[in-house]
C-alpha cells in the first residue's frame, strides 16, 4: 500500500489524546486535535463577553490541553516548541478536516456506545484510504464499528498506546476481522520507525495482552494478601525489583493508575469472561470497592494504599492497614529471601535468589507468579499468537524485565511444572506435552539467533534487520579487543563499535586505554568507529569514585595525570582521520558528553538527557567540554566584526547552572548537539542508524581535521560573565562556592586574561581547564559535593 501517514488527526484531548498528539508533533506529524463543545461558559469566558459560538470556547478543551501538554510532568513533548504542530478543534466544527489527514486515531472516553456513534459521525466525512484507529484500552475492536461499511471496517483497527504515549514502548495493533493487512502492513512500520514504538500485534479480545495480564498479575496479588494476611509493604516488598518489575510494584501502581480504572477494568473483564475460575480472580475485593466508594482512589486523591502526609518534619508516606482500615507509618520488611533477591544482579538471578529460600515472601512470589505463568500459558493462541507477543508486552507495558515465559525459563520450567502439578494447579497440556518432548525452556539461544515455542516446535525468532544487538554479536565472537571497562566489536561492513561496559558505564582509565587501542586497531583494520553502548545509561560521567579518593589522599599528581589522560585521549579521537560516530542514549553527563563532543557526528536517541554537569559536583567539565563548546562557536561564527560574548553567555549559563537536556532536541537547543547531528526515535534502532550515519562518512572522506585556532572573548568577556555570577550571589539564588565555581568557569570560557579577539590554541584552552579542575579538587566544598552524589546520587548545593 501505498499510503504515507504525513498528517493524523486526534479525536479526543484528554490524558491520553492530548499526549498522543504530542508525541505525533515530537516525530514532526503535524495534527488535529478535537474535542466536544463545551455545554457552558466558564467566568472568564463570561467576563470577556465571549459566547458558546465564540472559536476561543468552542475550542477550549483542546486549546487548553495544548497549554497543559507544556506544564506537564514527565514531558510529553520533546521541546515546547513543538506544540505549534497541534491545531486545536472541536468534532462539531472540523470533523470534515479529517479529509485532509492519513490517519485518525479516537482517544475519547472509554465507552462503547459513545465510541460507536462517533465513528458514526466520522464515517459520514471519511474518505476511502484514510485509516482510522481507536486507543481503547480494552473494548472490543470488532464491536465498536458494528454497523459501519464494510469498507470503512477494512481501514480500521486498535492502536493501543500506553501512558505516558511519550516514555512508554508499547504499542499495541488490534486488527478487527475485517482489517486489510494492507493496513496493517503500513501501521506497523509507522508505528516502529517513525514513533518509535515497539508494536505487538494482539487480537481482539478483552483487554487485549498487557493489561489482560497485568490486570490478572494484579487481582492475584491482592487475593493472595487477602487471603493471607499479608500487609501492603510485605506484597510491594515481594512484587517490585525483588523480582525483577518496576519500584512501583502492586500498590504504588495500583495507585498511579487510580483505583477507579483499576475497578473499572476489573468489572469490564469480570463481565466478558465466561470462564467460572477467571471470572472469580477478576471479581473486585470487597476493600477495593469500599475505597473507591470513599474516594481513596489513589494519586488523583493523594490517597490510596498509601497516602503522603506532612508534618513538622517533612514528608512522609504512611500504608494503609488493610485489617484496621487505618493509615499507619510504613514498616520496614526483611526477610532471607528479599536480602538474597537484593544482593544478586539483573533479574534472572535475583529469582533464582529468592525462590532458594523457603520463608514466607518466597511463598508470596511463588504463589502469585505461579498463577501469572499458568494463565499466560493458558491464553497463549487465545490472546496473541505467541508466547513472544505476550512476553514482549509486560516488559513494554509494564516495564517488567522478564515477561511471563522468560520467567519461567528463569526459574527452572521442568522443576517449576513439578512444583505446580504437586501443589494441585492445572498446567496447560501444551506445556506438559512441550516437557515431555524433551525440551527445558520456551526459548533457546544458539550462535545469536533466538528459537521459541510455537506449535510444539522451536520457531526462529526473525531478527529485525534495524535491530543491532551487541550481546548478539559478542556471542558470534566478534570482540576484537576487550578490557574490564570496554569492549571494541565488529559492526560488520567496515565499521568498529566501542562499547563501555564499567559500572554505570563510568569513564576510567581502562576506557581511556581502550578508546586509544580503538583507534590503533580502526585505523589499521576498519573505515569508521562507532561509540555506543546498550546499557541503561550511555554513560554517566568519569569514574568520581576513583577522582574522589586521590583528592582527598591530596595526590595532586595523580589527578593532573587522569585529566591529561582525558584530554589527550579525547584529542586523538577528535584529529582521528577516520569516521567516528558518537550514540549516546538517556543520561550523557559529564564525561559522557565529553566523549561525545570530539566525534564527527553525534547520532543520539530521542531519549537522550544529555549535560556537562560537572558543575553540580562542585568541577568544570576538563576533558575538553568546554575548549570544544568555545571552539566550535569560533568555528560557526566566522565574521570577527560578530560579537561573541552573547553566546559564551549561553554557554556559561548552560554550564555554570548544570543544565541537563530533557530530550535529545533539546539538546539542540542547549547548543550541546549542532546542526549536523541527528536523533533516532527507536532506541533500538540507534545502533545500526549511528552505523549508516559512518558509512555514509566513509563515502564523503572527509579525512582532514586541522587544529584550530580559537577566538575568545577574553578578560573584558570574563568580566561580565564574573559580573553575572557576583550578582546571582547578591540575590540569593547561588551560594559562595557556586560562584566560585563561575569565576573558574567564566576563566575558562573566556580563554583566561588576554584581549577580547584573541585566537588562542586548542591546548592552550585544555590547559586552562586543567588548572581550573585542579584547583577545585583542592578545594573541601567540591569534596562535599562529589561525596553527596556518590553516596546520594544527587548534587548538593552547598
Ligand atoms: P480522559 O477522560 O482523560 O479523556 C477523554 C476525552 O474524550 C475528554 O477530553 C473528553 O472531553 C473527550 N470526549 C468525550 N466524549 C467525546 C466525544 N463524543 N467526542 C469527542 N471527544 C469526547 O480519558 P483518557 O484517559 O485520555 O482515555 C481515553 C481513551 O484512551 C480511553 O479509551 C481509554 O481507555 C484509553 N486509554 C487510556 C489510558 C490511560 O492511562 N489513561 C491508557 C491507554 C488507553
Not at 511463588?366 to 509486560?394: P, R
Not at 532506541?683 to 584550530?708: G, I, M, S, W, Y
Amino acid at each position: 500500500m501505498e499510503r504515507q501517514i504525513r498528517r493524523a488527526a486526534v479525536i479526543g484531548s484528554g490524558v491520553m489524546g492530548a499526549s498522543i498528539a504530542a508525541h505525533l508533533a515530537n516525530v514532526g506529524i503535524p495534527c488535529l486535535l478535537l474535542d466536544i463543545v463545551p455545554s457552558q461558559l466558564t467566568e472568564e469566558e463570561k467576563r470577556k463577553g465571549l459566547t458558546l459560538d465564540s472559536n476561543e470556547v468552542r475550542n477550549r478543551l483542546a486549546v487548553n490541553a495544548i497549554k497543559k501538554l507544556k506544564k506537564n510532568k514527565p514531558a510529553p513533548l520533546y521541546d515546547e516548541d513543538l506544540a505549534s504542530l497541534i491545531t486545536p478543534g472541536n468534532i462539531e466544527d472540523d470533523l470534515e478536516r479529517i479529509k485532509e489527514v492519513d490517519w485518525v486515531v479516537e482517544v475519547i472516553v472509554e465507552n462503547l456506545s459513545i465510541k460507536k456513534q462517533l465513528f458514526e459521525r466520522v464515517e459520514k466525512v471519511w474518505e476511502k484510504g484514510i485509516i482510522v484507529s481507536s486507543n481503547t484500552s480494552g473494548i472490543s475492536i470488532n464491536a465498536m464499528v458494528d454497523g459501519r461499511s464494510t469498507e470503512f471496517k477494512q481501514h480500521f483497527l486498535g492502536t493501543h498506546f500506553f501512558n505516558p504515549p511519550r516514555y512508554m514502548k508499547l504499542l499495541e495493533i488490534i486488527p478487527g476481522d475485517e482489517t486489510l493487512t494492507e493496513i496493517v502492513a503500513v501501521m506497523r512500520p509507522f508505528c516502529e520507525n517513525k514513533l518509535g514504538k515497539g508494536v505487538v500485534i494482539a487480537k481482539d479480545t478483552p483487554n487485549f495482552i498487557a493489561n489482560r495480564i497485568g490486570a490478572y498479575s494484579m487481582h492475584v496479588t491482592l487475593n493472595e494478601m487477602l487471603a493471607k494476611g499479608y500487609t501492603i509493604e510485605e506484597i510491594d516488598a515481594c512484587t517490585g525489583p525483588a523480582i525483577g518489575r518496576p519500584k512501583s510494584a502492586t500498590f504504588r501502581t495500583l495507585d498511579i493508575v487510580g483505583l477507579d480504572t483499576f475497578v473499572h477494568i476489573a468489572n469490564n473483564m469480570y463481565e466478558k469472561v465466561s470462564d467460572e475460575a477467571e471470572k472469580k480472580v477478576f471479581k473486585v475485593p470487597e476493600i477495593l470497592q469500599q475505597m473507591v466508594d470513599k474516594g481513596w482512589i489513589g494519586e488523583k486523591a493523594e490517597q490510596g494504599f498509601y497516602k503522603k502526609v506532612k508534618n513538622e518534619k517533612g514528608k512522609k508516606i504512611l500504608s494503609l492497614n488493610v485489617q484496621t482500615m487505618e493509615y499507619e507509618p510504613q514498616k520496614k520488611i526483611a526477610g532471607a529471601s528479599l536480602e538474597a533477591a537484593k544482593m544478586a544482579k539483573g533479574a534472572k538471578q535475583k529469582l533464582r535468589a529468592l525462590f532458594s529460600s523457603e520463608d514466607r515472601y518466597a511463598e508470596l512470589a511463588w504463589n502469585t507468579l505461579k498463577e501469572v505463568l499458568l494463565y499466560s500459558a493458558e491464553k497463549v493462541g487465545e490472546i496473541a499468537d505467541s508466547i513472544v507477543e505476550i512476553d514482549e508486552a509486560m516488559k513494554w507495558g509494564f516495564n517488567w524485565e522478564l515477561g511471563p515465559f522468560e520467567t519461567w525459563d528463569a526459574i527452572g520450567l521442568e522443576k517449576s511444572v513439578h512444583r505446580m502439578e504437586k501443589e494441585g494447579s492445572s498446567v496447560p497440556q501444551w506445556v506438559k506435552d512441550w516437557i515431555e518432548a524433551g525440551n527445558t525452556s520456551f526459548y533457546k539461544r544458539k550462535e545469536g539467533t533466538t528459537y521459541f515455542v510455537s506449535n510444539d516446535a522451536y520457531k526462529q525468532l526473525e531478527p529485525n534487520p534495524k535491530v543491532i544487538s551487541l550481546r548478539t554479536l559478542k556471542e558470534q565472537n566478534k570482540v576484537i579487543k576487550a578490557n574490564s571497562g570496554a569492549s571494541l566489536i565488529d559492526l560488520e561492513d567496515g565499521i568498529a563499535c566501542l562499547e563501555f561496559h564499567s559500572p554505570n558505564n563510568a569513564i576510567g582509565a581502562d576506557i581511556l586505554m581502550m578508546i586509544e587501542e580503538s583507534i590503533k586497531e580502526v585505523r589499521s583494520n576498519y573505515d569508521g568507529l562507532v561509540i555506543a553502548n546498550q546499557g541503561r545509561n550511555f554513560c554517566v560521567g568519569a569514574n568520581l569514585m576513583m577522582l574522589l579518593m586521590e583528592a582527598q589522599d591530596e595526590e595532586w599528581d595523580e589527578v593532573e595525570h587522569i585529566i591529561r589522560l582525558f584530554q589527550n585521549t579525547m584529542y586523538h579521537l577528535k584529529r582521528f582521520e577516520k569516521p567516528v560516530i558518537a550514540a549516546p542514549h538517556r543520561m550523557t553527563l559529564g564525561g559522557g558528553v565529553e566523549v561525545c563532543l570530539p566525534a564527527d557526528r553525534v547520532v543520539a536517541s530521542a531519549e537522550t538527557y544529555y549535560g556537562l554537569v560537572e558543575a553540580g559536583v562542585g568541577l568544570i567539565p576538563a576533558g575538553g567540554g568546554c575548549k570544544e563548546l568555545i571552539s566550535r562557536l569560533s568555528l560557526t561564527v566566522t565574521n570577527p566584526e560578530v560579537d561573541l560574548q552573547p553566546y559564551v553567555n549561553k554557554i556559561f549559563e548552560t554550564l555554570g547552572m548544570a543544565k541537563v537536556s530533557t530530550s535529545a532536541l533539546d539538546a539542540k537547543k542547549l547548543g550541546y548537539l549542532r546542526e549536523q547531528d541527528t536523533v533516532v526515535v527507536h532506541q533500538d534502532h540507534l545502533l545500526f542508524e549511528a552505523k549508516q550515519a559512518a558509512l555514509r562518512l566513509v563515502q564523503e572522506d572527509n579525512a582532514t581535521k586541522p587544529e584550530e585556532d580559537i577566538r575568545v572573548v577574553g578578560s573584558e568577556g570574563k568580566a561580565l560573565m564574573q559580573l553575572g555570577a557576583y550578582q546571582m550571589k547578591l540575590a540569593g539564588y547561588i551560594s559562595d562556592h557556586d560562584q566560585l565555581i563561575a569565576n573558574k568557569l567564566a576563566h575558562v570560557l573566556a580563554g583566561g586574561d588576554v584581549p577580547a579577539g584573541t585566537r588562542v590554541s586548542e591546548q592552550y584552552m585544555l590547559d586552562l581547564e586543567r588548572e581550573a579542575f585542579l584547583s577545585l579538587c583542592g578545594e573541601p566544598k567540591t569534596r562535599q559535593r562529589m561525596q553527596y552524589m556518590l553516596s546520594k546520587g544527587k548534587p548538593l548545593r552547598n
